[in-house]
């Protein structure tokens, strides 16, 4: 069974590149964040076409997330119980399912903007409610994870220069901290392999030629429970994927199961 994560960065216009991945990895579950898209507008049509059914939660403008499935999709969850929300709005931010033999969340943690800011502060409480809503499920015995863009990189060797970050969000003391609560529900890091150079970083700045310089950060995060994490194979960042015009600014990350 192949899981992947990926921040498309708009649905729309990367909807091609969607299709032709699919069918080339032959991936049965897609966690997919950042769709910028409102639930109709979704490709659901295009997808049920491969073979795809879809689960998504988005309302436009940033957020948007859905669980795409080709093996299953059953008991799904839009929203994230307890959500904090941010002035006073529920954003699009999760949403999970059954897929065959695995439970996931398709995530996509807000970004946090500034130490400080009251979105930072969401940010943490975001988290909290995150813990709260999979602890069950991570400690069951159903193969479990959690994917997604969780906009924090779990250490220093996560990011290509450390000190640059200094001060900023992503590399906190408390986001870390955030990071370790949900691990403490019974999830391990699924840390893949690179295809390129010696760390598996998933998101590169579109500005300043930070793909090719190499200047990235590991921010797509696959978190699972016992089940799921001793049935992996492989795992790895498809950096290939990251290349050339309309791609967008994360590489899908890919998982591998014998379940």
Known sequence: MRIATWNVNSITARTPRLLAWLESTGTDVLCLQEAKTTEAQFPVAELRELGYESAVHATGRWNGVAVISRVGLEDVVKGLPGDPGYEDVQEPRAVSATCGPVRVWSVYVPNGREVGHAHYAYKIRWFEALRAAVADDAAGGRPFAVLGDYNVA??????????????????????????????????????????????????????????????????????????????????????????????????????????
């Open 154 to 259: 779990p250490a220093d060797e996560d990011v290509w220069d450390i000190s640059v970050f200094d001060g900023a969000t992503h590399v906190t003391p408390a986001e870390r901290a955030a990071l370790a609560g949900l691990r403490a529900t019974g999830l391990g890091d699924v840390v893949p392999r690179p295809l390129k150079y010696d760390h598996p970083y998933t998101y590169w700045d579109y500005r300043q030629l930070s793909f090719p310089k190499n200047k990235g950060m590991r921010i797509d995060l696959v978190y699972g429970n016992e089940p799921f994490t001793k049935a992996v194979t492989d795992a790895y960042v498809d950096r290939e994927e990251r290349k050339g015009k309309g791609a967008s600014d994360h590489a899908p990350v890919v998982v591998d199961l014998d379940l």
